[in-house]
C-alpha cells in the first residue's frame, strides 16, 4: 500500500511545492524593496482584469502547453528531453517555408499545413539525439542541450542568409501572405461593436493546444503504444523482457517529444509574428520543463500549468511596466517551481509521508 | 599572416579558454564524484555579478574573487542539497539552478545599480590587471622567441596563471592522493566506498563543494579580468562548452586543458573574420565556428571518434542498503 493517498500525490504536493516556491519569490521581491502583496494584485489585475490581458495570458500558455506536453511524453519514456527549445527554433522554420512558399486558399488549410510542418521539422530535430541515445548510448540530455545551441546557429544563418528579404536589414524573414494570418481571438469573439481581446495575441492555435491536450491523454493512456512507453519509463529492462524495443520506444517517443515542442511555431510564429524572427522561442522551451514537472506529466495538470505559467508571464510584463521589479523575476519564479517541483520533491515528500503514515497508524489503533 | 597576428589569436585563446578550463575541471571534479553538473553555467553567471559587485562596492578584485566564489558555492550547496540529501534529480536540479542564476543576477542587479541589470564599469584594482612576467620587456626584443614570450606567457591576469595551475593540482589530487581515489571510486560505485566505511555523502559534498569554488573563479574571471563588468547572461553558454569539453576529454584533467584550449581557440578564431579568410581564402561563416564545439560533442558522444565513458554512478543518487 502506498504511504499516501493519491489525491495527495497529485494535488498536495505540486501544491507545497508551489506555495515554497511561491513564499521564496515574495521574499526576493520583499528584498529588493518592493511589496509582494501589491506586484500580485498587479499581476492579476494585469493578466487576468481584462480580455486584453487574458488575451495574452492565454496566448503564452498555448506556448506552454505544447512544450510541457512535449516534455511530459519524453518523461513517460522516462526521457530527459531538454531540447525543445531547440526543437521550437525548427518547427518555426518548418512553419516559415510552408507560410512562405505555399500559397494557401484559406486559414485553415494554412493552419493545417503549418501544423504538420511545425510538427515534422520539430521531431525531425528531436530524432538525431533520439538516435543516438538509442543506438550509441549518447546521454540524450546534454546532446539535446547541443542541438539547442546547433539549432539557434543554424536559426541565425538562415536568417541573416538564405530566407532574408532582400533590402532588408532585420534578421527575419518576410512577412506570410495574408491568406496564413490565423483568427485572433478578436476576431473570433468580437461582436458588432464590443472588440474583446482588442490586440491580445491569443489565436486559434490555442484550441489546437487543448487538443493536442487530449491526444496525448488518449496516447498515454487508451492505447498499446502508450503503455509501451510507460512499460519502458517505469523499467526498460522489465519492458525489454515483454517484448518492448528500446529503440523503437526511444525514437517514438522523442519524436513526438520534438514534434509537440515544434507545434508551439503555430502560435508563436504563424499565429502571432506572422513571420520568423530571430530568438522567436523565448525561453519557452525551458518553461515547459517547469510546466511538465509542475503538472505531474499528466495533460490535464500540463494544461492548467500552462495557465499558471501564462499568468505569470503576462503579469510579468506587467510588473515590468508599472514598478522597479524586472522581467527576469519570472525566470527567478520559473526555477523555484523546477527545484521544488523537480529536483527537492523528496524534500515535500518524504515529511508528508511520515504525517499521513501517522495519522493511519492512530486511526488503526482506535479502531 | 605574420607572428603578431598568430601571437594575436593564440593570446585570445588562452584568454578565453580560461574560464572554458575553470568551469571544465569544475564539472570534472563533480562528475568524477557522481554528481552531474548542468549547473555550471548558472554558478559562474552568479559568482560573474557578485564577484563584479563587490567588486565595484570594495574597490578591490580579490574581495571580488571571494564574493564570487561565494555565491557559486550558494548555489553548489543548493545542488548538493537536492542531488545528495534529497536524492533528487540532478538534471533537473542543474537545470534550476541556471535559471535562478538567470533570474537573480539581473533581479538584484538593477535593484542594487538601477543600470538595467548591470554592473558599473570596473576600473583600476577593482579589476585583474595582466601581469608582466619577469624580464618580459627585456626579452621582447630576442626574435621569435621574445615576442611569443612577452605576448603570449606573459601579460595575462592572475586568473589565467591559477587556471593553468589548478590542471597538474587537480591531476595530482585524483591521482595521487587518498581523497581523489575515493572521489574517483565514488562515482563509479559508491556502494565499494560506503563498505570500506567512508561517507559517501561527505566525499560528493566535497566534490559539489571544489566544482562550486572553481566555477566562482571562473565566473570572477568572466566578469573582473575578460572583460570589466558584468552584464546579463554574460556567461553565454560557456558553462555548456566546458560541459562539451568534459565530455570531449572524457572526464580527464590534462585532456581538459587541451579540450578548453582547442575550443577557446574556435572562439578566438571566431572573432577574427579577417584572420580566416587570409588562412581559408575564403569566408568561413561565424556561426560555423561558434557552434564546432557542440557538433563535435555530438560527434564524439556518438562514439565515432574514440567513445567517451562517463562515471559509471553519475546521475544516480545513492541510497545506503537498510
Known sequence: ????????????????????????????????????????????????????????????????????????????????????????????????????????????????????????????WAAIPAFLQAKRGSHIVITTIMFNFIAAAMLNYLLIGALKPKGSMEPATGKFPEATHLPSFQDMFSFGETALFRGAPANVSFFVAILACIAVWALIWKTKLGYEIRAFGHSDTAAKYAG???????????????????????????????????????????????????????????????????????????????????????????????????????MVRVPLERVFLALRRRKGGAA | MDLSTILQVLDSTVRLATPLLLACLAGLFSERAGIFDIGLEGKMLA???????????????????????????LLSGIHGLASITFRGNQLISGV????????????????????????????????FEPITLPFADALREVPVLGPIYYELISGHTALVYIALLFVP???????????????????????????????????????VLICGVLCGIAGAYLATALQASFVKDMSAGRGYIALAALIFAKWRPWYALYACLLFGFLQAFALRPDVIQTVFGFKVNAQLLDVLPYILTVI??????????????????????R
Request: glycine share 12%.
Open chain 1, 244 to 346: 518492448i524495443s528500446p529503440t523503437k520506444i526511444i525514437m517514438i517517443s522523442m519524436m513526438i517529444s520534438g514534434g509537440l515542442a515544434g507545434m508551439m511555431a503555430i502560435n508563436n510564429v504563424q499565429g502571432e509574428a506572422e513571420r520568423l524572427v530571430l530568438n522567436a522561442v523565448e525561453g519557452a522551451g525551458f518553461i515547459g520543463i517547469a510546466v511538465a514537472l509542475m503538472g505531474r506529466s499528466h495533460p490535464f495538470g500540463v494544461f492548467l500549468a500552462a495557465l499558471l505559467f501564462g499568468f505569470l508571464y503576462q503579469g510579468g510584463a506587467e510588473l515590468a511596466l508599472w514598478t522597479k521589479i524586472p522581467r527576469e523575476m519570472i525566470v527567478v519564479i520559473q526555477a523555484l517551481v523546477i527545484l521544488f517541483t523537480g529536483a527537492l520533491d523528496d
Open chain 2, 47 to 73: 559568482a560573474a555579478f557578485l564577484s563584479a559587485a563587490v567588486a565595484y562596492t570594495s574597490g578591490s578584485a580579490w574581495v571580488g574573487l571571494g564574493a564570487g566564489i561565494f555565491a557559486s558555492l
Open chain 2, 96 to 127: 534550476a539552478i541556471n535559471f535562478l542564476a538567470a533570474g537573480l543576477t539581473v533581479v538584484v542587479a538593477q535593484s542594487w545599480f538601477g543600470q538595467g541589470g548591470r554592473t558599473p564599469q570596473l576600473a583600476g584594482s577593482a579589476r
Open chain 2, 169 to 207: 593540482l587537480t591531476w595530482w589530487v585524483l591521482y595521487r592522493t587518498r581523497f581523489g581515489l575515493r572521489l574517483r571510486a565514488v562515482g563509479e560505485n559508491p556502494a565499494a566506498v560506503d563498505t570500506a566505511g567512508i561517507s559517501v555523502v561527505w566525499l560528493r559534498y566535497m566534490a
Open chain 1, 1 to 124: 500500500m502506498d504511504a499516501m493517498p493519491k489525491w495527495a500525490d497529485v494535488v498536495l504536493i505540486p501544491l507545497i511545492s508551489l506555495i515554497l516556491a511561491a513564499t521564496l519569490s515574495a521574499l526576493v521581491i520583499l528584498a529588493i524593496g518592493e511589496s509582494p502583496v501589491e506586484a500580485l494584485n498587479l499581476m492579476v489585475k494585469g493578466a487576468l482584469g481584462s480580455t486584453y490581458g487574458w488575451g495574452y495570458t492565454l496566448y503564452y500558455a498555448t506556448n506552454f502547453i505544447f512544450t510541457g506536453l512535449a516534455v511530459s511524453i519524453a518523461f513517460h519514456a522516462r526521457m530527459f528531453n531538454i531540447g525543445g527549445e531547440g526543437q521550437a527554433m525548427v518547427g518555426g522554420l518548418g512553419v516559415a517555408l510552408i507560410c512562405l512558399y505555399i500559397p494557401w486558399p484559406h486559414w485553415s488549410l494554412a493552419l493545417l499545413g503549418g501544423t504538420i510542418a511545425a510538427a515534422l521539422f520539430g521531431a525531425a
Open chain 2, 300 to 321: 564524439i558522444l556518438a562514439g565515432f571518434v574514440g567513445k567517451a565513458v562517463p562515471p559509471r554512478a553519475g546521475g544516480q543518487p545513492y541510497v545506503k542498503e
